[in-house]
Every structure is written in structure tokens, then in C-alpha cells.
């Protein structure tokens, strides 16, 4: 078997000459190569890092913008309830003055109406006592007799108090 | 040299023969030696030209060369630690790189296969063995002697372990060195005989040729068992080599 021929001297040049030659891929490797390969997969793995991260900020940009929205809708809304709320009391103050003012219209005027009625009823009164007065005068000047004024006047006064009671 | 003179001469491919004319035979430069530059060679020449676009999205080559670089990272970073293996990746890397292209280019036609020489196999088996004894004595002084005498052991049974632990210990390169050896010249010995054989019915009259199919289509199935081979030897080398540089980081 050729290889373990020892006594052949190209044996041993080719060991000297495995280690110069595998020395020499082991230098060129580490000066050379495997930086290159180690800087390119660092290189990405960086940047796959950043992309991560930068999709990370930018999904709590959103999250904050968001939770920011969802305030504002819900402090419009309030306002809105609020607003709505005053309106609603406004209008209803409003309604219940006006509603109380025609109250007290209507009342002074039913109160004004009453005692008009009143007075034309006193009047009207005043004036059926004369009437009476004078027919009573007249039926008993018709019936000859000269009636007297006075007696007249207290016997209509007695009728029409009896009327009344 | 397939049959010369009707005999199987299947151990001629693994002679020695010197290149380059008389500066070769000067230097004792060898088809073998020549063979190692053409694998550095072509290692160095993939590494660089799959880098040279250093492309965030790689192509075929530089994909190629990542992975490998990558597979070689967590094999020792898996046997030796992530941190501490740091510093023994480019060491592993040469060593897989060197022994499965010298291997891959020995199936070849024509192509010598220097990873079926033993002088080869046990000088890079030997390199490993030196690494790891260097890395243990830098790294745990004196104390790496206790590797050869577990604590706790019965103190009785030290004549038997420590013999038996410095002789595991010595064997390593000399199981690693044989293993890849062994391996490279038992597929190669048997292509040769087998192409030897097409060769030799091929010559056996009007039916020859037909009954020369068998071995030829034996050859073509033990080629494809040797690529297997080639990268399961340079991966057993690596796996090995990590192991040891674990035992010698990590004492046990």
C-alpha cells in the first residue's frame, strides 16, 4: 500500500507541505474570509434588530395615537352630553318662567275680568234697584195712589235683600 | 493504469508522483500537495467570490458560504459553548473545508484523493490533538491532570482508570487519522476494482459488454455512496474535533 510506504521521502514532503498549504487556508480564513462572512451576517442581523425595533416604535406611535383618539372621542362626547344637558335645563328654566309668567297673566287677567264682572254686576245691580224703584212707582201710580218715594225705595231694598239671601 | 496485464492493480492511484517537472521533484511537490492547493483553492475562491456582492438578500453562492460558515458556528458553538467556541470556529471551518473538498475532488476522474493518505489524515488529526492539549494546559494549568482521574472515583481504582483514560485520551488522533484514511481508501480501492472489472468483461467476446452493465452499474451506485461518504467523514472529523475542543474548554 502507497500510503504507508515511509520510507518514500515524498511522504514526508507531503506532510510539509499539508502544513504549508492547510496553514495558509486557516491564515487566508481568519485574515480574509470568514470576517467578510461574520461582517455580512452581523450586518443583517443588525438590521433585521433596527427593523424590529423601528416597527416595534412605530406600532406604540400607533397605540398611543389611538389611546389618544379614543380620549378625544370620549371627552367629545362628553362635552357633547354636557352641552346637550345645559340646553336641555336652559330651555326647560326658560319654558317653566314663560309657562309661569302666562300663569300670572292669565290670572291677572281672569282676576281683572272678575272684578269687571263684579262692577258691571254692581252696577247692573245698582241699576235694577232703580228700575225696580221706578216700577214700583209707576204700578203704584197706575193704581192711583201717590206712592211715597222713601217707603218705595226700603221696600225695594227688603225684595231684593230677600233675593239675594 | 486500469488493467495492465489482466491483473487489478487498485492501489496504483494512491502513488505519490511528483509535478511541475524538475522544480516539483526539487521540492517534493506532489499530485497530492497539488491536489491540496486546488481544494484551498477553490474554498477561498467560493468564500470570496460568494462575499464579494455582501448582499443583504444573498444569492446562490453567498447563501452557499452562509450556511456553511453557519453550520460550522453552531456545531462548535453547540459542543463548545456559543461564547467560548467563538475563537475555534475558523480552526473547525478549515479543517471541515479542507477534508470534505479533498474528499468531493478525489471522486473526480483523475483526480488524486490526499485525504486517503495517512500522513495527511494523522498530520491534521495530529494538529487537533496538540490544539486541544495546548487549549487545556492554557486553560486549567495542572488541573487538566485531574481529567485523567475523575473526582469522586474510589481511589483504588486509579491504576485502572488512569491508564485507561491516558490511552483513550492518546487514541484520539490516531482513531481520527485512520477513520477518514480507512474510509477514502476502502471506497476508492473498491470503484477502481469495480471499474476494473467493466473493463476486463468488456473484453470477453460478443457478450461481455452486456454482462459488464452489472459492475458499471455497481460503480455508479458506490459513487453515490462515496459523496455520502466524503461528507459524512469531513463531518465526523469536525463533530470530533468540537467534542475533544469541549472535553478541553470544559475538562468533562
Given at each position: 500500500?502507497?500510503?504507508?510506504?515511509?520510507?518514500?521521502?515524498?511522504?514526508?514532503?507531503?506532510?510539509?507541505?499539508?502544513?504549508?498549504?492547510?496553514?495558509?487556508?486557516?491564515?487566508?480564513?481568519?485574515?480574509?474570509?470568514?470576517?467578510?462572512?461574520?461582517?455580512?451576517?452581523?450586518?443583517?442581523?443588525?438590521?433585521?434588530?433596527?427593523?424590529?425595533?423601528?416597527?416595534?416604535?412605530?406600532?406604540?406611535?400607533?397605540?398611543?395615537?389611538?389611546?389618544?383618539?379614543?380620549?378625544?372621542?370620549?371627552?367629545?362626547?362628553?362635552?357633547?352630553?354636557?352641552?346637550?344637558?345645559?340646553?336641555?335645563?336652559?330651555?326647560?328654566?326658560?319654558?317653566?318662567?314663560?309657562?309661569?309668567?302666562?300663569?300670572?297673566?292669565?290670572?291677572?287677567?281672569?282676576?281683572?275680568?272678575?272684578?269687571?264682572?263684579?262692577?258691571?254686576?254692581?252696577?247692573?245691580?245698582?241699576?235694577?234697584?232703580?228700575?225696580?224703584?221706578?216700577?214700583?212707582?209707576?204700578?203704584?201710580?197706575?193704581?192711583?195712589?201717590?206712592?211715597?218715594?222713601?217707603?218705595?225705595?226700603?221696600?225695594?231694598?227688603?225684595?231684593?235683600?230677600?233675593?239675594?239671601? | 493504469m486500469a488493467a495492465e496485464g489482466k491483473t487489478i492493480d487498485a492501489l496504483g492511484q494512491f502513488e505519490l508522483k511528483t509535478v511541475l517537472g524538475p522544480i516539483g521533484e526539487a521540492v517534493g511537490f506532489t499530485q497530492s500537495s497539488a491536489h491540496m492547493l486546488l481544494a484551498v483553492g477553490i474554498i477561498i475562491g467560493t468564500i470570496m467570490i460568494g462575499m464579494s456582492r455582501r448582499a443583504v438578500v444573498p444569492g446562490r453562492l453567498q447563501s452557499l458560504t452562509e450556511s456553511l460558515y453557519e453550520f460550522i458556528a453552531d456545531l462548535v458553538g453547540n459542543q463548545v459553548g456559543q461564547h467560548e467556541g467563538r475563537r475555534f470556529v475558523p480552526?473547525?471551518?478549515?479543517?471541515?473545508?479542507?477534508?470534505?473538498?479533498?474528499?468531493?475532488?478525489?471522486?473526480?476522474?483523475?483526480?488524486?484523493?490526499?485525504?486517503?493518505?495517512?500522513?495527511?489524515?494523522?498530520?491534521?488529526?495530529?494538529?487537533?490533538?496538540?490544539?486541544?492539549?495546548?487549549?487545556?494546559?492554557?486553560?486549567?494549568?495542572?488541573?487538566?491532570?485531574?481529567?485523567?482521574?475523575?473526582?469522586?472515583?474510589?481511589?483504588?481504582?486509579?491504576?485502572?482508570?488512569?491508564?485507561?483514560?491516558?490511552?483513550?485520551?492518546?487514541?484520539?488522533?490516531?482513531?481520527?487519522?485512520?477513520?477518514?484514511?480507512?474510509?477514502?481508501?476502502?471506497?476508492?480501492?473498491?470503484?477502481?476494482?469495480?471499474?476494473?472489472?467493466?473493463?476486463?468483461?468488456?473484453?470477453?467476446?460478443?457478450?461481455?459488454?452486456?454482462?459488464?452493465?452489472?459492475?458499471?452499474?455497481?460503480?455508479?451506485?458506490?459513487?453515490?455512496?462515496?459523496?455520502?461518504?466524503?461528507?459524512?467523514?469531513?463531518?465526523?472529523?469536525?463533530?470530533?474535533?468540537?467534542?475533544?475542543?469541549?472535553?478541553?474548554?470544559?475538562?468533562?
Amino acid at each position: 500500500m502507497p500510503q504507508l510506504d515511509f520510507g518514500n521521502p515524498l511522504i514526508i514532503a507531503q506532510i510539509v507541505w499539508l502544513l504549508i498549504i492547510f496553514g495558509a487556508l486557516y491564515y487566508m480564513l481568519t485574515a480574509y474570509a470568514l470576517p467578510r462572512v461574520e461582517g455580512v451576517l452581523e450586518e443583517r442581523a443588525a438590521r433585521i434588530a433596527a427593523d424590529l425595533e423601528a416597527a416595534q416604535a412605530a406600532k406604540s406611535e400607533a397605540d398611543a395615537a389611538m389611546a389618544a383618539h379614543r380620549e378625544a372621542t370620549a371627552k367629545a362626547r362628553a362635552e357633547a352630553q354636557s352641552a346637550i344637558a345645559a340646553a336641555m335645563q336652559q330651555a326647560q328654566a326658560e319654558a317653566a318662567k314663560r309657562s309661569e309668567e302666562l300663569n300670572a297673566r292669565l290670572a291677572r287677567q281672569i282676576d281683572e275680568a272678575e272684578a269687571r264682572i263684579a262692577t258691571a254686576r254692581d252696577q247692573a245691580m245698582g241699576a235694577l234697584r232703580q228700575v225696580s224703584a221706578e216700577t214700583t212707582t209707576s204700578l203704584v201710580a197706575k193704581l192711583g195712589a201717590k206712592a211715597d218715594a222713601k217707603a218705595v225705595d226700603a221696600a225695594v231694598d227688603r225684595a231684593l235683600a230677600a233675593r239675594a239671601a | 493504469m486500469a488493467a495492465e496485464g489482466k491483473t487489478i492493480d487498485a492501489l496504483g492511484q494512491f502513488e505519490l508522483k511528483t509535478v511541475l517537472g524538475p522544480i516539483g521533484e526539487a521540492v517534493g511537490f506532489t499530485q497530492s500537495s497539488a491536489h491540496m492547493l486546488l481544494a484551498v483553492g477553490i474554498i477561498i475562491g467560493t468564500i470570496m467570490i460568494g462575499m464579494s456582492r455582501r448582499a443583504v438578500v444573498p444569492g446562490r453562492l453567498q447563501s452557499l458560504t452562509e450556511s456553511l460558515y453557519e453550520f460550522i458556528a453552531d456545531l462548535v458553538g453547540n459542543q463548545v459553548g456559543q461564547h467560548e467556541g467563538r475563537r475555534f470556529v475558523p480552526f473547525v471551518f478549515a479543517l471541515f473545508t479542507f477534508i470534505l473538498v479533498g474528499n468531493l475532488l478525489g471522486l473526480l476522474p483523475y483526480a488524486f484523493t490526499f485525504t486517503s493518505h495517512i500522513a495527511v489524515t494523522f498530520t491534521l488529526a495530529f494538529i487537533v490533538f496538540v490544539l486541544i492539549t495546548v487549549v487545556a494546559f492554557a486553560l486549567h494549568g495542572k488541573k487538566f491532570f485531574g481529567y485523567f482521574f475523575p473526582e469522586g472515583a474510589p481511589i483504588w481504582l486509579a491504576p485502572i482508570i488512569i491508564p485507561v483514560e491516558v490511552i483513550s485520551y492518546l487514541s484520539r488522533p490516531v482513531s481520527l487519522a485512520i477513520r477518514l484514511f480507512a474510509n477514502m481508501t476502502a471506497g476508492h480501492v473498491l470503484l477502481k476494482v469495480f471499474a476494473t472489472f467493466v473493463v476486463l468483461l468488456g473484453g470477453l467476446g460478443a457478450v461481455g459488454p452486456f454482462i459488464a452493465i452489472l459492475p458499471l452499474a455497481t460503480n455508479v451506485a458506490i459513487v453515490g455512496f462515496e459523496i455520502l461518504v466524503a461528507l459524512l467523514q469531513a463531518y465526523v472529523f469536525a463533530i470530533l474535533t468540537s467534542i475533544y475542543l469541549h472535553d478541553a474548554v470544559h475538562l468533562h
